[in-house]
């Protein structure tokens, strides 16, 4: 191949094909003015994020929990095992441990292939943005989701955050679901809250004190974020015993939170959850499965 440079043509191949060395069509992501008010801050391709069947992909999504035990590392694998379940071989979920100290995500959601790679390990790749890298850093459930869990007790390496982990699954191919735990005003979350591509679940367990301390993390998210933000989450009342009661948690948040967030989902008592041991999608009741279809349609 060979490749000059003419002043009046500009860069030249003889064996390229036209499309490689022709100027762009008109309307093409590079046919921008250099400078000035025409030329837009960034170029987004819109339109592409589809599936083999032309359905579309989901976003990343960020579930936080409103304290401890609220049900936000069931609800984020749950949430990736439905995507995988519904979409195998052309939507390919990962959810990953995002809490402050890291938790049991990978004890309970690799019910398929447990992994000794840590995130360490992974972002010291040379190339993390690898599908094969991704893949080689995760764990599986039998649903087909990706589990990115393993946290070692270093620092990560060089300048990454959880913002470069975002970038490298993304880049590959990934999407990501993550599992912040609480607390929710935590420095590696705040990312996440800004960015409104990425829609939030707060987790809350079906209990009178649980449902109180609710208002409190709302009016945080409003003060630090704005209203906006806060129209933008998902409260998931997570039933974790049987005891039905005689209150109708999930209308009550209805009644005085529905008209400031994006919407209320009840995740009903589950036994095989309740056990609290490994999630495995296949084994959670119908109802329950069809409580997270409906949590990811509302998301999405």
């Known amino acids: 191949m060979s490749v000059a440079y003419d002043p009046g043509t500009g860069w030249t191949d003889p064996d390229a094909p036209e499309w490689l060395t022709a100027n762009p069509p008109t309307g093409s992501p590079t046919d921008l003015p250099a400078r000035g008010a025409d030329r ?46 519904d979409n195998a071989g052309y939507v390919y979920p990962a959810v990953v441990d995002a809490t402050p100290a890291g938790g049991d995500l990978g004890v309970r959601a690799c019910d398929a292939h447990r992994t000794t790679s840590t995130m360490q390990d992974w972002l010291d790749d040379s190339e993390p943005s690898l599908p ?27 300048r ?22 609480a607390p929710i005003h935590a420095a590696a979350v ?11 679940a707060l987790t809350v367990q079906a209990r009178p004190d649980a449902i109180n301390r609710l208002a409190t993390v709302l009016r945080w998210l409003h003060r630090q974020f704005g209203e906006a933000v806060v129209g933008d989450v998902t409260i998931v009342v997570s039933h974790q015993t049987p005891n039905v009661g005689p209150h109708d948690y999930a209308q009550h948040v209805r009644d005085y939170a529905g008209d400031w967030v994006n919407a209320v989902v009840a995740i009903p008592y589950d036994p095989h959850l309740a056990e609290g041991g490994e999630i495995t999608w296949v084994r959670i009741d119908p109802a329950t499965q069809a409580a997270y279809r409906r949590l990811l349609g509302v998301m999405r």
């Open 40 to 85: 837009p801050s960034t170029v987004r391709l819109t339109g592409l994020a589809a599936t083999g069947e032309g359905l579309p992909v989901p976003p990343p999504f960020l579930v936080v929990g409103s304290a401890g035990s609220s049900a936000s590392t069931t609800v984020a694998a749950n949430l990736a095992s439905v995507i995988a379940a």
């Open 132 to 158: 094969s890298a991704v893949n080689a850093a995760c764990g599986t459930t039998t649903a087909g989701a990706l589990v990115l869990a393993r946290r070692g007790d270093d620092p990560l390496p060089g």
């Open 160 to 181: 990454e955050s959880l913002l470069s982990v975002h970038r490298h699954l993304v880049d590959a191919g990934v999407v990501p679901v993550y599992d912040a735990g």
């Open 190 to 200: 705040r990312p996440f809250l800004y960015d409104p591509r990425i829609p939030v």
